[in-house]
Nanobody, 122 residues
Framework: QVQLVESGGGAVQTGGSLTLSCAASGFTFSNYWMYWVRQGRGEGLEWVSVINTGGGRTYYRESVEGRFTISRDNAKNTTTLQMNNLRSEDTAVYYC???????????????RGQGTQVIVSS
């Protein structure tokens, strides 16, 4: 069955960096676009970024553009979200998700991991 396991979250100060990883199994990873999404406390799921199957096309929500970088390694079945210059508003649980449809600024996914907590404090 599909399994997505995120790691790399933690607590950092404003301006700090974190690298989130997602290990995928149970499906042909290289055939699917992958999302990173987040959910702040008391808020809904928010689209953060998406990457195409080959890794050459990436898209970001405006507020993270230039600070976050999504990538993937199809040989290792992993996707990564490098987050730099973190802000307090980036505090959320971050999830990777297997796309059903590759959308920009919207979500249509078939599976999502358990998430990893990111806390950014000043």
């Amino acid at each position: 069955q599909v399994q997505l396991v995120e790691s790399g979250g933690g607590a950092v100060q404003t301006g700090g960096s974190l690298t989130l990883s997602c290990a995928a199994s149970g499906f042909t990873f290289s055939n699917y676009w992958m999302y990173w999404v987040r959910q702040g406390r008391g808020e809904g799921l928010e689209w953060v970024s998406v990457i195409n199957t080959g890794g050459g096309r990436t898209y970001y929500r405006e507020s993270v553009e230039g600070r976050f970088t999504i990538s993937r390694d199809n040989a290792k079945n992993t996707t990564t979200l490098q987050m730099n210059n973190l802000r307090s508003e980036d505090t959320a649980v971050y999830y990777c998700a297997k796309a059903r449809r590759p959308l920009i600024n919207a979500l249509d996914y078939s599976s999502r991991g358990q998430g990893t907590q990111v806390i950014v404090s000043s």
